[in-house]
T-cell receptor
Framework: DAGVTQSPTHLIKTRGQQVTLRCSPK?????VSWYQQALGQGPQFIFQ???????QRGNFPDRFSGHQFPNYSSELNVNALLLGDSALYLC??????????????FGPGTRLTVL | AQSVTQPDIHITVSEGASLELRCNYS??????LFWYVQSPGQGLQLLLK??????LVQGIKGFEAEFKRSQSSFNLRKPSVHWSDAAEYFC???????????FGKGTRLHILP
């Protein structure tokens, strides 16, 4: 049983560009959350998707958007990249929102570098 | 402001020694509490969680944590560390049932041979 998978592993972009990151949840999970982890910091919640809708959102600007597909996989899009967007982006999946703070299973992350 | 505090950025212990990593939170009610571990280049793995009940929680890899309401703490412990425990450890809190999860800044654990 594959866990949470993310692609690509690493990505280098320049300021002003747009980027799309992808995530496939663990089998049996239907809820996907995205996190930004800057160097030396804990993960910060970006948003959560369930039934193809954004259900919760953290304190991130509208440049950050997402999508969930019928097969529960998800994309994170970031427009107009800034140097400060350089970070490890983590995807996590969990079963059956909303049923309380379920254990989340994390993928290995995508390392985004903005030059 | 509501927060999760891990006061120690780095901790170094000798292999075989005991370990305690501190976590304090500033939420009024009893939140949902978690400890995650992150090895280099890896995602986060859940070590243990506390929702209610017995305040001493057992987790994977020989870790345990104790919830102390009076101190707003949820410290992680291990009686004897192994070199493979070297990693970054994150305390996390969900203040109320449907709130988003909030992570501390992490404690990096170094193990001396």
């Amino acid at each position: 049983d594959a866990g949470v998978t993310q692609s690509p592993t690493h990505l280098i972009k320049t300021r002003g560009q747009q980027v799309t990151l992808r995530c496939s949840p663990k089998s049996g999970h239907d809820t996907v959350s995205w996190y930004q982890q800057a160097l030396g910091q804990g993960p910060q919640f970006i948003f959560q998707y369930y039934e193809e809708e954004e259900r919760q959102r953290g304190n991130f600007p509208d440049r950050f958007s997402g999508h969930q597909f019928p097969n529960y996989s998800s994309e994170l899009n970031v427009n107009a990249l800034l140097l400060g967007d350089s970070a490890l982006y983590l995807c996590a999946s969990s079963p059956k929102w909303p049923s309380g703070p379920n254990e989340q299973f994390f993928g290995p992350g995508t390392r985004l570098t903005v030059l | 402001a509501q927060s999760v505090t891990q006061p120690d950025i780095h901790i170094t212990v000798s292999e075989g020694a005991s370990l305690e990593l501190r976590c304090n939170y500033s939420y009024g009610a009893t939140p949902y509490l978690f400890w995650y571990v992150q090895s280099p280049g890896q995602g986060l793995q859940l070590l243990l969680k506390y929702f209610s009940g017995d305040t001493l929680v057992q987790g994977i890899k020989g870790f345990e944590a104790e919830f102390k309401r009076s101190q707003s703490s949820f410290n992680l412990r291990k009686p004897s560390v192994h070199w493979s425990d070297a990693a970054e450890y994150f305390c996390a809190v969900v203040p109320n049932r449907d709130d988003k999860i909030i992570f501390g800044k992490g404690t990096r654990l170094h193990i001396l041979p």
